[in-house]
């Protein structure tokens, strides 16, 4: 029981990852599988941040600057901040490319269900090929 | 189930790294928010590779949506 209790951020982070895969395997339109991919991220985001967490301690500011020796008991872990910081920009960035394609892939086929678009293409009998 | 509890003060990711960058960070940087004295000033390759993803991404955007004519 107390590997349910003490460790609950495990368990959330893992039925949030769990849901963002079910919804990129099972799902056929492009952009529930594109929202279950940002669901994984943020899966992966909210992993890092809890294991930064300390008990009694604060965000990571500095409150009196003149205090020579600083307690790092009192403050929280900067590091996965700053590094999920940068997996939140690289988020974005895939997400926007992705929307990008699915736009081109919306402009060509007239839909985004995987198997409506995996339809036309069967029946176009490739042209480019010869 | 060897993970550290949520909070736990003498887990590895709070024990060996960061706290000479808590410690340090007025000294070296004179940046009370540490976040900001990583990101910008201990880590400043990382994020000109970050700048340079989103750069990246714009371009690719703009390439993919542009319409041709």
Redo the contacts between chains.
């Keep these: 029981m107390d590997f349910i209790i003490s460790k609950f951020n495990y368990w959330i982070y893992i039925v949030l990852m769990m849901i963002g895969f079910y919804a990129m395997i099972s799902k056929s339109n492009l952009v529930k599988k594109l929202v279950g991919m940002n669901i994984f991220q943020t899966a992966i985001i909210l992993f890092f941040i809890s294991i930064g967490s300390k008990k009694g301690a604060t965000i990571p500011i500095i409150q009196d600057s003149h205090v020579d020796a600083v307690n790092s008991a009192l403050y929280m872990n900067p590091l996965p901040h700053v590094l999920m910081l940068t997996a939140i920009v690289v988020m974005v960035s895939t997400f926007g490319v992705a929307v990008a394609l699915l736009i081109m892939i919306y402009r060509k086929y007239k839909t985004l269900e995987e198997d409506e678009i995996l339809q036309i293409l069967r029946n176009e009998k490739w042209p480019n090929t010869h | 189930?060897d993970?550290?509890?949520?909070?736990?003060?003498d887990?590895p990711?709070?024990t060996h790294?960061?706290?000479r960058?808590?410690?340090k960070?007025?000294e070296e940087t004179?940046t009370?928010?540490?976040?900001t004295s990583?990101?910008a000033d201990y880590?400043g390759y990382?994020?000109l590779g970050?700048t340079t993803?989103?750069f990246?991404?714009?371009i690719?955007?703009i390439l993919?949506?542009r319409r041709y004519r």
Aim: hydrophobic content about 45%; overall charge negative.
């Design positions: 189930m993970m550290p509890d949520w909070g736990a003060t887990s990711p709070n790294v960061s706290p960058y808590i410690e960070s007025i004179a009370p928010n540490v976040v990583l990101l880590r990382d994020t970050e993803v989103i990246t991404a714009g690719v955007c993919l949506l």
